[in-house]
């Protein structure tokens, strides 16, 4: 058993809450994420180092992508699309824990792509149905290369960053964030469960709790105005 956090977007407060819903519950259970831990809301850096300090294992999520490209490279394309991406409210928390930049740039350059655990599949976007066939076609599913496959496509308006086509159908349970939902939405067709319910936004931040492959439970907490500011 699992759960999954959708996109956090620097609501650290928001997060704890939903933390201490999802541990009074389940005790040690082992948490994941979608991705998008920074930027918008006002706490990026407290919400890395909480998920450094608590052991909750996210996937990159193209902010934590531009927002790495920016300090490693400024000449980078994903640096320069990040100005206009909600990367001044980061720029702000980092200013204030210094301290913490050096270890977190290092920390979200490492993040996966894509978790594989107990019959699901964690992305920050999913995988479409056009990069599905490609990847049965070229050999990357089957051998399990979905990390190299998508490695030199992390800017692609498709890939498992910036999805927003349709998902493929896998077999696995999809859990993915990104695009962004009022609530939970589990669609049959592709077998995908959308969590990222725009806590930045002021509406909730939500996740799911995994069973084999199946979704048993899931909690809500509303966006801690703290976070936001609205």
């Not at 999809?174 to 669609?187: A, F, L, M």
Request: glycine share 8%; charged share 25%.
């Amino acid at each position: 058993m699992i759960a999954v956090i959708g996109d956090i977007h620097g609501c650290y407060h928001t997060l704890l809450q939903l933390l201490d819903l999802i541990y009074t519950r389940y005790g040690e259970i082992s948490v994941f994420a979608t991705g998008d831990l920074v930027d918008r809301g006002k706490y990026s850096a407290e919400v890395v180092q909480c998920c450094i300090e608590t052991g909750i294992m996210p996937v990159m999520g193209n902010h934590d992508y531009m927002f790495c490209s920016y300090f490693i490279d400024r000449r980078s394309t994903a640096s320069a699309i990040w100005s206009y991406n909600g990367s001044m409210n980061t720029i702000k928390s980092y200013e204030a824990n210094k301290e913490y930049l050096k270890d977190h740039i290092e920390y979200i350059r490492n993040l996966p792509l894509v978790i594989m655990t107990e019959n699901s599949i964690i992305s920050h976007a999913g995988i479409s149905d056009r990069h599905y066939d490609n990847m049965i076609r070229e050999g990357y599913y089957r051998n399990g290369g979905i990390t190299d496959y998508f490695s030199d496509k992390l800017l692609d308006e498709t890939g498992i960053l910036w999805n927003r086509e349709v998902l493929a159908n896998l077999g696995e349970l999809q859990v993915v964030g990104h695009t962004r939902q009022k609530s939970v939405r589990y669609e049959e067709l592709t077998n995908a469960v959308y969590i990222d319910t725009s806590a930045f936004t002021g509406n909730k931040l939500s996740a799911v709790i995994i069973e084999r492959g199946d979704i048993v439970d899931k909690y809500e907490v509303s966006t801690d105005s703290r976070d936001t500011g609205l």
